[in-house]
């Protein structure tokens, strides 16, 4: 491909003042096995295994200072798209929003290739699943889930300036879950949604483990009482805290956001461009930082789709923000320094600014200390649902578990653990940050921005965090 991509430009590369083209390959594998109870029986039933492949071109070019772009399927299709493009950037000139004629020019070039495809089959793969979702099942328990998605991704992007990289990418996702029943109320416990880049058959050693613990606190749940109201300590664990980085961090200061692109549907932004460098997002003891780079996330690669090289960058520094998440074009039209951060969800999708690996750097506090440190709160786990504006600035987050710590000392099991707050005074609420031991990586497939939409793979590494004074909420509220 590479061979032909090169062709194209030198045929066609003095078209305009700058073309680039990406050829990219998408994979999306499915497996799902079901357990549930037909009176007296325990049934598995493996849905049918699914595949999703799609693979086209994206091209951009720049002409007089205007940037467009368009796609296509077929690599015979590029020389006519190429002559559009050209028209459309004369067409468009008077209308010219942004003057791209002074953005710097791109020049990189490597290969990057994450962590290798799975050996097991699919039919193997199938049959893990069913073997876990028996395994989750139990008496009480109503309902059992396994779900495996499987994601593989090829660009090779080509420019006129020189830039060439070639990356693959893979990633999985493994979800498991069971339910409880008990007079007509249900429970659902599960590992979250582990979105790794991780070779499944490591994610299968540990999923096997988790089997029992997982219908264990469905049963427990079913059987306690329900979260209190009020507001008290909050303990979070890694697998709620990741969305709450996610939705109060990350998507408040993606920089096109700021900027006011999304505004007609993912939203706007509370921060605005004068915040960055400024603003206490939160207390001395948050630190964020944007890490491709870190391999086991789900969100690892080298370079964005845009050509720029990936490297850690701090966001947020001892509580104040220092960068936002912006990409190539934002960092133009903002003049101002960002992350290599653009990303497209497909070949017929053009780059957007989307978070990457965003990650929590851990603190000093051990789990032992946080609760200790705890007279009247609360420990929640498993992020279930959320709902925030906007403008990021209100949330609402409901949890799968819950333990009361009263004096210092983890209690009993509280069923549909909630939370709310506003972004700002909840980070600024943060008493504690995990130490090492208490992180753990998640993230999600399922990312979701841009119109028409995109869907990204993003990736957080968080430690257990403690927060002051949070209203609480349970199932009556
Ligand atoms: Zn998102």
């Known amino acids: 491909m590479k061979k032909d991509l090169d062709k194209f430009l030198s045929l066609h590369g003095r078209k305009a003042d700058m073309i680039s083209v990406t050829h990219i390959i998408d994979e999306m594998h499915y497996y799902q096995a079901r357990g549930g109870k037909d009176k007296e029986d325990v049934k598995c039933k493996a849905d049918p295994y699914s595949i999703g492949v799609t693979e086209g071109f994206y091209l951009e070019v720049v002409l007089d200072g205007v940037k467009v772009y368009g796609s296509t399927p077929s690599l015979s299709q590029l020389p006519g798209l190429c002559d559009r493009l050209v028209d459309r950037a004369k067409v468009l000139k008077p ?138 300590d909050l303990v979070l664990a890694p697998d709620q805290m990741y969305l709450q980085v996610h939705e109060s961090i990350g998507h408040p200061l993606e920089l096109d956001r700021i900027l006011g692109d999304e505004r007609n549907y993912a939203g706007f932004s509370f921060v605005g461009l004068s915040d960055i460098g400024n603003l206490a997002y939160g207390t001395p003891l948050l630190n964020v930082t944007f890490d491709p780079n870190v391999s086991s996330e789900i969100a690892n690669y080298a370079f964005d789709d845009t050509g720029l090289m990936a490297e850690k960058r701090n966001i947020i520094k001892d509580g104040q923000l220092v960068r936002a998440l912006g990409g190539y074009d934002s960092q133009y039209r903002c003049n101002i320094s960002g992350v290599a951060c653009a990303r497209q969800t497909s070949w017929n999708r053009a780059p957007i600014d989307r978070m990457a690996n ?46 009361l710590i009263q004096n210092g000392k983890l209690g009993a099991v509280v069923k549909n653990p909630n939370y709310r707050g506003i972004t700002l005074p909840f980070w600024h609420a943060l008493s504690h940050v995990g130490n090492a031991d208490t992180q753990k990586i998640s993230g999600t497939l399922w990312c979701g921005k841009g119109e028409p939409n995109q869907i990204v793979r993003v990736g957080h590494a968080v430690p257990v965090c403690a927060f002051k004074g949070i209203n609480v909420f349970g199932g009556a509220a």
């Open 95 to 232: 209308y010219q929003l942004i003057d791209f004629t002074h953005q710097p020019k791109l020049s990189v070039s490597g290969t990057f290739c994450g962590q290798p495809r799975t050996t097991l089959s699919p039919r193997a793969i199938q049959d893990t699943l069913c073997d876990y979702s028996n395994d989750l099942m139990t008496d009480g328990i109503y309902t059992s889930e396994a779900t495996c998605f499987q994601i593989y991704r090829e660009t090779l992007f080509v420019s006129t300036h020189g830039v060439m990289t070639d990356q693959e990418m893979h990633g999985s996702a493994l979800h498991l879950s069971a339910t409880a029943e008990k007079d007509g109320e249900t429970q659902t416990r599960s590992n979250g949604f582990n979105c790794l880049q991780m070779m499944l058959e490591d994610q299968f050693k540990e999923a096997s483990e988790d089997c029992a613990r997982i219908r264990m606190q469905a049963l427990e749940l079913i059987h306690a009482d329900n979260c209190p109201d009020g507001v008290m």
């Open 358 to 403: 965003l990650n929590i750097e851990p603190g000093h506090s051990s789990f032992d200390d946080m609760i200790t440190s705890v007279e009247n709160g609360i420990y929640m786990e498993t992020n279930r649902s959320w709902s925030i504006d906007d403008y990021r600035r209100k949330f609402q987050f409901g949890t799968e578990y819950g333990r």
